[in-house]
C-alpha cells in the first residue's frame, strides 16, 4: 500500500520560507516520478514541481526560481523548499507519486496523493 506522508507546512509573512517534506513507503520510489500540487480555497489543483527518476525537474512558471524540489532515495522523502513565498502561493499542498492512469503535468502521470499540508502566507 502506498503512503505519502506530508508536513513541514505552517504560516509566514511573506518574504519567508518553508521546507515540504513527503515521506513515501509501498513504493519504489526512486524509479519514478514524484511532484508536489497545491489547491488554494475556491480554485483547482494545479502541478507545482515534479522530478524525474533521472533528477531532472519541471517547475509551474509562478514558482520557478522561487521553489526547488529535491529527493533523498536512500530516505524514501521528496523535499519541496520554498522561498520568497507570496500570499499566491497559500493553499494545500500534496506530494504526488507516479502511477499509470494519473493525472497528466509536467511530463508525468501523478495518481498517487497524500492528504496535504496547509501553508498560509500573509501580506
Known amino acids: 500500500q502506498v503512503q505519502l506522508v506530508e508536513s513541514g507546512g505552517g504560516s509566514v509573512q511573506a518574504g519567508g520560507s518553508l521546507r515540504l517534506s513527503c515521506a513515501a513507503s509501498?513504493?519504489?520510489?526512486?524509479?519514478?516520478?514524484m511532484g508536489w500540487f497545491r489547491q488554494a480555497p475556491g480554485k483547482e489543483r494545479e502541478g507545482v514541481a515534479a522530478?524525474?527518476?533521472?533528477?531532472?525537474?519541471h517547475y509551474a512558471n509562478s514558482v520557478k526560481g522561487r521553489f526547488t524540489i529535491s529527493r533523498d532515495n536512500a530516505k524514501n522523502t521528496l523535499y519541496l523548499q520554498m522561498n520568497s513565498l507570496k500570499p499566491e502561493d497559500t493553499g494545500l499542498y500534496y506530494c504526488?507519486?507516479?502511477?499509470?492512469?494519473?493525472?497528466?503535468?509536467?511530463?508525468?502521470?501523478?495518481?498517487?496523493w497524500g492528504q496535504g499540508t496547509q501553508v498560509t502566507v500573509s501580506s
Open positions: 504526488a507519486a507516479a502511477r499509470d492512469g494519473g493525472r497528466w503535468w509536467g511530463g508525468c502521470l501523478f495518481g498517487y
Open positions: 509501498g513504493y519504489t520510489y526512486s524509479s519514478y516520478c
Open positions: 522530478i524525474y527518476a533521472d533528477g531532472g525537474t
